[in-house]
């Protein structure tokens, strides 16, 4: 395969993603999810699990990088692209960058910690030795969809009936008219 991708894959992997995103919103998760492919393969796929594991940061990334690392028996992770439903944040570029990753595929933008070309500039920075190719936009309208039903949901759900109060997501309501957030 290419480095650069084949639409109709990305497409395929992409929609994976969405579909584990779905799933973490009805577990009261922010719907974000990533999925690691190596060639033809995925050999790790995870959604957002911060409310679960109380860990600020089990993103989806994080969580699929490690999966992935396990899987491969290397940090490095050579050969690998991660399709995640939403810009990664400063940590989980970091993370992308470290591992090695060829490629990174991304869906919604995140004009508040997105961290390819919209808060930060990490994934794309011209710093340090490693570039990984990025996919911005990949099924956008979709993942901004899913955010913004899932802070619509926890908006209008009466408290007390969830972990996932209106208070808890406080910070997120701000923004989640965009539908562009990850994580607490
Ligand atoms: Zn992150």
Known sequence: MPLDGD???DLFH??????????AAARGEVPV??????????????????ERAQGATEHAEMVVLRLASRRVG????????????LEPCPMCA??????????????ADDPRKGAFR??????GSEAGNHHPLVTAGLL??????LLQ??????????????NCTPSRFADHQAVSSAGEVQGV
């Open 7 to 9: 639409p109709t894959r």
């Open 14 to 23: 992409m929609r994976h993603a969405l579909r584990l995103a779905r799933r």
């Open 33 to 50: 999810a990533a999925v690691a492919v190596l060639g033809e393969r995925v050999i790790a796929a995870a959604s957002n699990r911060v």
């Open 74 to 85: 290397s940090w490095r992770l050579s050969g690998v692209t991660v399709f995640v439903t």
């Open 94 to 107: 970091g993370a992308l960058l470290l591992s090695r990753v060829d490629r990174v595929v991304y869906g």
């Open 118 to 123: 919209s808060a930060y500039e990490v994934l």
């Open 140 to 145: 956008a309208p979709a993942s901004s969809a």
């Open 149 to 162: 039903r899932f802070f619509k949901d926890i908006r209008e759900r009466p408290q007390g009936k969830s």
